[in-house]
């Protein structure tokens, strides 16, 4: 395993890595988690990092906010990178992903 600030993408750490395919494109969790080879839970840490580091460069980290497939309820408001377990109003878990990206 890979236990450094190293990807696999040479000579570029994590964040760098994670900054490079936001750039481009929106991007999930769990996709972020196979390109890099970060798992979904330390790619958290990496992500509010890019957050606070882009507000203070002028740049904007977007974030397309889970949705509840069961009864629409729009997961924006709770401002969080992580994954909901389920829907606070009718207690659905199926639930969309989060999509992430950058605009520099
Ligand atoms: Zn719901």
């Not at 994670?18 to 790619?43: A, F, I, M």
């Not at 840490?45 to 729009?74: I, Q, T, W, Y």
């Not at 709770?78 to 659905?92: D, I, T």
């Amino acid at each position: 395993m890979n236990t450094n600030n190293k990807s696999n993408m040479s000579g570029l750490t994590v964040r760098g890595h994670l900054r490079v395919l936001l750039e481009q494109d929106w991007y999930t969790l769990r996709e972020l988690s196979q390109e890099v080879r970060v798992s979904e839970k330390d790619l958290l840490g990496h992500l509010e990092h890019l957050r606070r580091s882009a507000k203070a460069g002028g740049a904007v980290f977007e974030v397309d906010a889970p949705l509840c497939l069961a009864c629409g309820f729009n997961f924006t408001a709770r401002n969080r990178l992580q994954r909901p377990g389920r829907c606070p109003k009718c207690r659905s878990t199926r639930i969309s992903k989060g999509r992430y990206r950058l605009i520099v």
